[in-house]
């Protein structure tokens, strides 16, 4: 599988796109009015303690109050190993917090629609393999690392770095990047945290709450961190000043990826090389289509994201069973990249045709499941429902590409669809009826969208007519060009 990473920067935008085959996988984008707040860490102000909810609001100086749960605060006052037989209990949130106490928080979810951001008090760290969490004596391993053996070896690697620096306090998850690494390189990046583990410290002794004392690394180069694998081909970055940037973080940290790093020079957008433009356009759209024929409806809510799949224009070759087998093996591949692409997070609904033969459902659902190892977010996934549905979720932390490109239509208010035309018009005739009783104008005029007047004029006038006699009034209509189809005035003259 090749794979490359092409990274656009502008003033005002930064953008990358991960390419697997030349295909789009993943789309993240940055803007400089409003940058990702996920892994900064604040001195922040307690502002609101709520024992129904088990929670408190926190001020860290944005434009919302941010939300921490009790369990997010004993886990971050938590000194000792955590271990999957002792149950967690969550205290009164009044025994851990109080108005106006200062508080060391880090964001763990970006402020998403109306909801504020969301912290813990137990602070991690990232490098390249590991993620550092000061005061927790604990070592974990991604669970994508699946040989024992060298699970074994990173975890004997860490714990005899972390005896050699017994002075600092803290515990370490092995990132998948870990998975050969040398123990050189470990070490490096174990002393690398333990200085910036440092340096946070003391600049929170020295901060005023509400305050930022640590951001995370600009997208351009958490990509290098985060993203760029063994299996990466290249990586293209259209700004020189970045790509200088981003040359200087390898040759420190991730020195083996130093040839594959590159400018790109050319006339070309970036973003043009693997019609990457054109695929986030169709990532806002609410059909995919498949190869087949067949398409997906994906249904973004404030609850939970649904995908329905049809059949479409496939016919199949055999039989309906069949039929509807490879339509739900194709779209269990497109549903997967789709996650990824336009970065759904929550509770997510996925309605397959529903299939007869048991072997397929099971084959349908390991496909999904082979598919969602490769997404970077971590997800859940159940079995077939006995309505047919297979529920999952995936890890949110920050918006959706939809969320961060769009906004909600101000004409229909985000719902997706609009009053008719007729049913505006039986509204404007009961709110004339209504000013009727309650008032005595001599006539009436009504100020209206252009389709709605033209049926007032034509299908209605017969109604209009009728309504003009009963009130024993004159009815005028007026053409408000600016006008939604819903928007309409009665004005007494």
Sequence with gaps: MSEEILINVTPVETRVALVENGMLQEAYIERTSRKGIVGNIYKGKVVRVLPGMEAAFVDIGLERAAFIHASDVVSG??????????????????????????????VTKDPIGTKGARLTTQLSIPSRYLVFMPGVRHIGISQRIEDEVERARLKSLIEEGAAEHDDVQGGYIIRTAAEAASAEELIADMRYLHRLSQSIQERI??????????????????????LIRPQTEKVRIDSRESYQRVMEFVKE?????????EYY????????????EDEIQKALSRKVQLKSGGYVIIDQTEAMTTIDINTGAFVGHRNLEETIFKTNLEAARAISRQLRLRNLGG?????????????????????????????????????????????MTRKRTTESLGQVLCEPCPICDGRGFLKTAETVCYEIFREILRINRAYEPENYLVMASQKVVDRLLDEESDNVADLETFISKTVRFQVEPFYSQEQYDVVLL
């Design 77 to 106: 006052q938590s000194s000792g190993d955590d271990s999957a037989e002792t149950p967690k209990t969550v205290p009164d949130i009044r025994t851990l917090l109080r108005e106006g106490q200062s508080l060391v928080v880090q």
């Design 205 to 226: 002794g020295k901060a005023s709450a509400p305050s930022v004392v640590y951001q995370d690394l600009p997208l351009f180069i958490r990509t290098i961190r985060d």
């Design 253 to 261: 940290f991730v020195t083996e990826f130093a040839d594959k790093v």
């Design 265 to 276: 020079p050319g006339e070309r957008p970036i973003f043009d090389l693997y019609s990457v």
């Design 347 to 391: 509770i997510i609904i996925i309605d397959f045709i529903d299939m007869e033969d048991p072997e397929h459902q099971r084959q349908v659902h390991r496909m999904l499941e082979k598919m969602l190892e490769r997404d970077h977010a971590k997800t859940k996934i159940t079995g077939v429902s006995e309505l047919g549905l297979v529920e």
